[in-house]
């Protein structure tokens, strides 16, 4: 035998040697890795929750804790309603038993648990790693007679565990009650979840079984959820729909001559987006602060400045169209624009009375959440401020003064809110508790840049309707958007405006970064810190020597206000306040008073520099986990 023959065998032997070696070595490491995973004390049980109506997944959910319990897997069996949704970062693994009812929705004593989801999954803060520590799987019960809407709480739950980090143990099973399927269906999904639970296999699709090992249980979906939907406003995270599948008010229909403002498509991207449309104009929507609050969990800046009762406060709206096209809109510009009303006109009766109702229907739906108590709930069923600020321009409203009064009569405060083009409707205007108007830029370029304003004389608009402002004698305030490389440096500029509206009021915000989209160019570096708001406030009130000065901030909401010390200082007490009791009665009067009429005092933990930071100290203070890939 030559050299060269021997040397090229040994070193085939040696390759053939190494790799038998490698496969050895691996296959030893993953028995391990199954041995290890198994035998590590697990800390925190196991969640299997079932959704459910009638009783069906409840009943399924009672077996497979059984099959759980009987392999030695120790599993907690939960009602939703029993559970706290911030919770689940903490699980490891949860498998759900859903089932879809009316219309594609969860039953009600679940709705809270899977809109929370819902929510969660969309909001930017709460981070696309949340739930990166869990593992789940779902199975979900329904009947393909209601076609489309066919388990469509399981696909739904699927997509915001995903959206949120978290990693499927089994792929999704879909039973069906009127086909006969759901217990073979069932018991075949049980098995699986229980044989990947002990080491076995992994289903990865509805179509079969796949061999994999443990590596496979680890496998991240990077297609998650998170560019459909906007929460609530002071916490507005998620993304609006693509502009292309939405059209503007050109695209509606006609009704007795006149079109309607909402078309079938914007109506649907709202719904969507969690509105509840009243009629063919007019809108409502449950806050986040409400909430909140209902929970004892703390208000809105508004309660800190003004004295709402966020939990007994409706946010609406009687006109969804807009006549700017801000960058920083939170609803992405899904709702109709125009530069005068042109569209059917619902009466402003039925469009009070369909927004009370669908309100406290939502408010109905926290009974049984956690924090919740009987008697918040009770106050939450009974409005007493009406934001006028939900979404588009509400002053557009031919009738916004019968609504208003309207909502006087039932003893509804109003905070109206107008983007400064319609000078006309301010000054006919009836008293409103608190009149707005969106001071978003100080500079005619500015303002162009930043409202991307309709009309062709948005600026004399502008100035004409800061005019109007100073004659009014209820209570004005300016709101000012900060934009960090936008508007923030126009201190000279911003003042220049305070001589000619004369505001009583200045709410200075960051921006709300509202996730990316192709009609803004916005991203969190826009976003100023409350540092850099709290800078702006005070050179503001510097500025003013001594006319204005800040009053109270709400640092979670990132806002500052600032007030007039001749009207609202009284020997060295801030009243910023309002007697609502007291502002009904005058309405209801008829006679002439102004805002001095109705002013009350300012609690200490509300005024600016408190150790509270405007945070009511009756209120609970919870704070949120934090989990993103990177951070600021």
């Known amino acids: 035998m030559s050299p060269t023959s021997l040397s090229t065998r040994l070193t085939l032997l040696a390759i053939l040697s190494a790799t038998s070696f490698y496969f050895f070595y691996r296959s030893r490491r993953l028995k391990l890795l199954r041995l290890s995973a198994n035998s590590e004390p697990n800390l925190r049980k196991g969640k299997l929750f079932f959704i459910s109506q009638t009783g069906t997944s409840k009943s399924l959910a009672h077996r497979l804790h059984h099959l759980l319990s009987s392999n030695n897997l120790p599993f907690d069996l939960v009602d939703p309603q029993d559970y706290e949704p911030e919770d689940l970062p903490k699980e490891s693994i949860v498998l759900i038993i859903a089932s879809t009812w009316e219309d594609g929705n969860p039953p009600p004593k679940s709705r809270f648990f899977v809109n929370w989801l819902a929510e969660t999954s969309t909001d930017f803060r709460a981070g696309s790693l949340l739930l990166a520590n869990c593992k789940f799987a779902v199975f979900g019960v329904g009947s393909k007679v209601y076609g489309e809407s066919f388990n469509a709480v399981g696909r739904d739950l699927v997509k915001r565990m995903k959206g949120l980090g978290a990693r499927e143990l089994v792929g999704a099973a879909e039973g069906d009650v009127d086909e006969g399927e759901l217990e073979t269906l069932f018991e075949e999904w049980s098995r699986k979840v229980v044989g990947v639970l002990k080491g076995g296999l992994v289903v990865e699709n509805r179509n079969g079984v796949v061999d994999s090992d443990i590596e496979s249980v680890e496998s991240d979906d990077d297609n998650g959820g998170g560019e459909e939907e906007i929460v609530d406003l002071e916490d507005i995270a998620g993304k609006g729909p693509s502009r292309k599948s939405v059209n503007v008010a050109e695209s509606n229909g006609k009704v007795d001559g006149k079109r309607e403002m909402v078309t079938r498509v914007i109506r649907a991207s709202l719904e969507k987006q969690g509105y509840k449309i009243i009629g063919s104009h007019s809108g409502v929507k449950i806050c986040r602060w409400t909430k909140s609050q209902l929970r004892g969990r703390g208000g809105c800046y508004k309660h800190s400045f003004y004295g709402i009762e966020s939990h007994r406060c409706m946010e609406a709206t009687p006109s969804l169209a807009c006549a700017n096209k801000c960058v920083f809109c939170w609803r992405h510009h ?232 001749q009207k609202f200082k009284v020997d060295g007490q801030w009243f910023t306040w309002i007697d609502y009791d007291k502002f009904h009665d005058l309405v209801s009067s008829g006679k002439p008073f102004s805002s001095e009429d109705y002013m009350a005092p300012t609690p200490s933990w509300a005024v600016y520099g408190a150790e509270e930071g405007g945070f009511d100290p009756d209120q609970s203070r919870y704070r949120k986990e934090r989990h993103h890939k990177s951070s600021r």
């Open 334 to 565: 899904t709702n109709p624009v125009g530069k005068s009303w042109q569209w059917k006109m619902d009466d402003p009766l039925e469009i009070v009375n369909t927004a009370i109702e669908l309100h406290t229907k939502m408010i109905k739906q926290m009974k049984g959440i956690p924090g919740v108590t009987q008697e918040r709930l009770a106050e939450g069923l009974t409005p007493r401020h009406c934001a006028l600020s939900l979404v588009g321009e509400p002053i557009m409203y031919p009738e916004i003064n019968i609504l208003v009064d309207e909502l006087h009569r039932r003893r509804i405060s109003t905070f109206l809110v107008t983007n400064a083009q319609f000078p006309e409707k301010i000054k006919t205007l009836n008293p409103v508790t608190q009149l707005y108007v969106s001071v978003d830029a100080a500079t005619k370029d500015s303002l162009k840049a930043i409202d991307r304003p309709l009309f062709g004389d948005f600026w004399e608009r502008f100035i004409d309707s800061l005019t109007a402002l100073r004659e009014k004698q209820q209570r004005t305030v300016y709101r000012l958007t900060l934009v960090k490389g936008w508007n923030t440096e126009d201190i000279d500029a911003y003042f220049k405006l305070f001589s000619i509206g004369k505001p009583d009021f200045v709410e200075i915000k960051g921006v709300t970064y509202c996730g990316s989209s192709a009609t803004s160019k916005l991203t969190m570096e826009n976003v100023p810190w409350h540092s850099d708001v709290k800078a702006f406030s005070e050179a503001l009130a510097v500025k003013s020597e001594g006319e204005y000065e800040v009053a109270c901030e709400h640092v979670h909401s990132c806002c500052v206000l600032l007030a007039k010390t």
